[in-house]
Protein backbone atom coordinates (compact mmCIF):
# COMPACT_ATOMS: atom_id res chain seq x y z
CA UNK A 1 0.00 0.00 0.00
CA UNK A 2 1.71 3.59 -1.01
CA UNK A 3 0.23 6.78 0.99
CA UNK A 4 1.48 10.26 -0.10
CA UNK A 5 0.89 13.25 2.23
CA UNK A 6 2.02 17.04 1.88
CA UNK A 7 0.95 19.64 4.02
CA UNK A 8 2.84 23.10 5.30
CA UNK A 9 3.40 24.00 9.20
CA UNK A 10 4.44 27.89 10.23
CA UNK A 11 6.80 28.35 12.91
CA UNK A 12 6.93 31.97 14.78
CA UNK A 13 10.86 31.68 14.55
CA UNK A 14 13.98 32.81 11.78
CA UNK A 15 14.99 30.32 9.55
CA UNK A 16 18.60 29.27 10.91
CA UNK A 17 16.48 28.64 14.51
CA UNK A 18 14.05 26.54 12.64
CA UNK A 19 17.05 25.11 10.90
CA UNK A 20 19.84 24.45 13.92
CA UNK A 21 16.09 22.68 15.66
CA UNK A 22 15.48 20.58 12.69
CA UNK A 23 18.89 19.26 12.24
CA UNK A 24 19.87 18.27 15.73
CA UNK A 25 18.58 14.33 15.39
CA UNK A 26 17.86 14.41 19.77
CA UNK A 27 15.27 17.16 19.15
CA UNK A 28 13.73 15.68 16.21
CA UNK A 29 13.35 12.99 17.54
CA UNK A 30 12.06 14.25 20.75
CA UNK A 31 8.95 15.32 18.06
CA UNK A 32 7.97 11.81 17.28
CA UNK A 33 4.53 10.65 18.97
CA UNK A 34 4.65 7.55 21.69
CA UNK A 35 8.28 7.77 20.52
CA UNK A 36 9.88 4.94 22.78
CA UNK A 37 13.63 5.06 22.90
CA UNK A 38 16.29 6.85 20.90
CA UNK A 39 20.08 5.93 19.69
CA UNK A 40 22.05 8.73 17.76
CA UNK A 41 24.51 7.62 16.39
CA UNK A 42 26.09 10.42 14.46
CA UNK A 43 24.01 13.88 13.47
CA UNK A 44 22.40 12.56 10.53
CA UNK A 45 21.65 8.78 11.67
CA UNK A 46 19.43 7.07 14.73
CA UNK A 47 17.02 4.17 15.87
CA UNK A 48 13.78 4.72 17.00
CA UNK A 49 11.60 2.68 18.61
CA UNK A 50 7.76 3.76 18.57
CA UNK A 51 4.59 2.59 19.84
CA UNK A 52 2.48 2.29 16.79
CA UNK A 53 -1.50 1.57 16.75
CA UNK A 54 -3.19 1.25 13.45
CA UNK A 55 -6.71 -0.35 13.97
CA UNK A 56 -6.22 -3.45 15.99
CA UNK A 57 -2.77 -4.03 15.10
CA UNK A 58 -0.74 -2.47 17.53
CA UNK A 59 3.05 -2.60 19.37
CA UNK A 60 6.50 -1.34 18.80
CA UNK A 61 7.92 -0.37 15.28
CA UNK A 62 11.78 -0.01 14.66
CA UNK A 63 13.13 2.40 12.39
CA UNK A 64 16.23 3.65 11.02
CA UNK A 65 15.77 7.31 10.44
CA UNK A 66 18.57 9.32 8.27
CA UNK A 67 17.75 12.79 7.92
CA UNK A 68 19.59 14.17 4.65
CA UNK A 69 20.07 17.71 5.03
CA UNK A 70 20.33 20.43 2.33
CA UNK A 71 20.73 23.80 4.00
CA UNK A 72 21.83 25.58 0.86
CA UNK A 73 18.65 24.46 -0.53
CA UNK A 74 16.74 25.35 2.62
CA UNK A 75 15.42 21.61 2.44
CA UNK A 76 15.46 18.81 4.73
CA UNK A 77 14.85 15.23 3.46
CA UNK A 78 13.71 12.15 5.62
CA UNK A 79 14.28 8.86 4.74
CA UNK A 80 12.80 6.12 7.64
CA UNK A 81 12.82 2.32 7.06
CA UNK A 82 11.66 -0.07 9.67
CA UNK A 83 9.06 -1.74 11.08
CA UNK A 84 6.91 -4.15 13.15
CA UNK A 85 4.80 -6.80 14.07
CA UNK A 86 5.09 -8.29 10.90
CA UNK A 87 4.77 -5.40 8.95
CA UNK A 88 7.85 -3.16 6.77
CA UNK A 89 7.36 0.40 6.59
CA UNK A 90 9.47 3.08 3.96
CA UNK A 91 8.79 6.23 4.45
CA UNK A 92 10.88 9.33 2.54
CA UNK A 93 9.84 12.77 2.87
CA UNK A 94 11.31 16.27 2.50
CA UNK A 95 10.41 19.99 3.97
CA UNK A 96 10.67 23.13 2.15
CA UNK A 97 11.44 25.74 4.32
CA UNK A 98 11.24 29.33 3.41
CA UNK A 99 11.61 32.65 5.86
CA UNK A 100 8.86 35.04 5.62
CA UNK A 101 8.90 38.24 8.27
CA UNK A 102 10.89 36.25 10.99
CA UNK A 103 9.06 33.19 10.83
CA UNK A 104 9.51 29.85 8.73
CA UNK A 105 7.21 28.03 6.93
CA UNK A 106 7.87 24.26 6.34
CA UNK A 107 6.24 23.13 3.17
CA UNK A 108 6.38 19.41 3.48
CA UNK A 109 5.30 16.54 1.39
CA UNK A 110 6.14 12.85 2.02
CA UNK A 111 5.46 9.17 0.79
CA UNK A 112 4.93 5.65 2.45
CA UNK A 113 5.13 2.59 0.93
CA UNK A 114 3.92 -0.55 3.71
CA UNK A 115 3.58 -4.48 3.67
CA UNK A 116 2.10 -6.51 6.13
CA UNK A 117 -0.46 -6.56 8.66
CA UNK A 118 -0.68 -2.82 9.02
CA UNK A 119 -1.15 -2.09 5.63
CA UNK A 120 -3.58 -5.22 5.47
CA UNK A 121 -5.84 -2.96 7.87
CA UNK A 122 -7.92 -0.85 5.24
CA UNK A 123 -6.58 2.21 3.38
CA UNK A 124 -9.08 4.76 4.81
CA UNK A 125 -8.58 3.56 8.50
CA UNK A 126 -4.35 3.58 7.73
CA UNK A 127 -4.55 7.19 6.07
CA UNK A 128 -6.44 8.45 8.13
CA UNK A 129 -3.49 7.52 11.72
CA UNK A 130 -0.92 8.19 9.67
CA UNK A 131 -1.87 12.03 8.55
CA UNK A 132 -2.88 12.30 12.16
CA UNK A 133 0.87 10.68 13.22
CA UNK A 134 2.29 12.98 10.35
CA UNK A 135 0.41 16.23 11.25
CA UNK A 136 1.19 15.90 15.31
CA UNK A 137 4.98 15.00 14.84
CA UNK A 138 4.93 18.99 12.85
CA UNK A 139 2.88 20.41 15.49
CA UNK A 140 5.54 19.51 17.87
CA UNK A 141 8.19 20.57 16.25
CA UNK A 142 6.85 23.39 16.01
CA UNK A 143 5.84 23.75 19.65
CA UNK A 144 9.62 22.22 20.64
CA UNK A 145 11.00 24.40 18.35
CA UNK A 146 9.71 27.92 20.29
CA UNK A 147 10.40 26.05 23.57
CA UNK A 148 13.84 25.49 22.74
CA UNK A 149 14.53 29.31 21.32
CA UNK A 150 12.82 30.54 24.53
CA UNK A 151 15.15 28.37 26.93
CA UNK A 152 18.24 29.73 24.70
CA UNK A 153 17.34 33.58 25.04
Not at 3 to 29: C, M, R, T
Not at 84 to 103: I, K
Request: glycine share 10%; proline share 5%.
Amino acid sequence: MKLQYAGQESIPLPLNQVWAFISDPHKVASCLPDVQSVEVHDPTHMDVSVRVGVGPVRGNFKFKIELQPDQAGNRMGVKITGGGLGSVVDLSASADLREEGGSTTLDWKGEAVMRGPVAAVGGRVLDAQAQKLISQTFANVKTAAVQDSSRSA
